[in-house]
């Protein structure tokens, strides 16, 4: 009955989406020799889609490999840990190898992630490292007072307005956040010496912040193979007893990918002046 009141036109166009809508329901059935692809790109600023995606592909009997590729200089420090958490429980699981691919950089957050998974590749001319911990803002006080600006602050304890832009640190200050960030820092190593099988003794010089080049990384031990994505791919094939075609598979969100990357980079600016520790190059 409701067809009859459809002209040609919007018949036409309600078949064309149920069309499309066939086409996408059928491009979801992927190959039973799959390998996934998580690209991390970018400042880390949150770990849900990546958590979800690692626990759907790592459910997922046609998935036999899972590969992370990572572009990023680092982020927040609890979205990094919770990613690396994930990685580190399904590489414990051995329900499928999981292999990072670093691009151009894998920094500070961005190689937190990558110490979790079986195994680092990575390109000799990358980015790898800066092990450490940062925290930053800035302070407006004689910018203000040339304003003619004042403020009042009223607070129930010493350290409630610590790192306020309108004073300058006391001692106190200086002393409550080196804490804080040393703390932070010694968790970080601590996970690296851990995954990487180097004494803290001898991980303490390489883990003061800078970085190295993939061939540099290699010969510390923060990395296992120099190579290529393309080499990583074939190291999961041998790694899941692979042989044939594959298909790549990627997670949804990265149909929005160009969307999700701009909203990333408005985050950082937005936050990158506050007072957050982050996991992140500098």
Partial sequence: MIL????????????SVFILFLITFNSNDINENSIAVVNIDGVILESGKFVKALDKFNKDANIKAIILRINSPG?????SQEIYEKINQLKLDKKKPIVTSVSNVAASGGYYIAIGSDL???NPG?????????MSYPITKNLFNNLGIDFNTYKSGEYKDSGSPYRYNTENDD????EVIEDLHGQFVLEVSRQRNIPL?????YAQGQI???NQAMQIGL??????????????????????DIDLVYPEYEKYSFLNNFINFYDYLSIKNYLVPMFIMN
């Fill in 212 to 214: 190295f080049t993939g």
């Fill in 175 to 178: 002393k409550y956040f080196n």
């Fill in 223 to 244: 990395v296992d193979r120099i190579g290529t994505f393309e080499d990583a791919l074939n190291i999961s094939k041998n790694l899941a007893n692979i042989s044939g």
């Fill in 75 to 79: 982020g927040s420090v609890a979205p």
């Fill in 126 to 134: 990358s980015i790898v490292g800066s092990i450490g911990v940062i």
């Fill in 201 to 205: 003794t001898e991980l303490k010089e």
């Fill in 4 to 15: 009859k009141y459809l002209s040609k036109k919007n018949l036409f166009i309600l078949l």
């Fill in 120 to 122: 680092i590749v990575t």
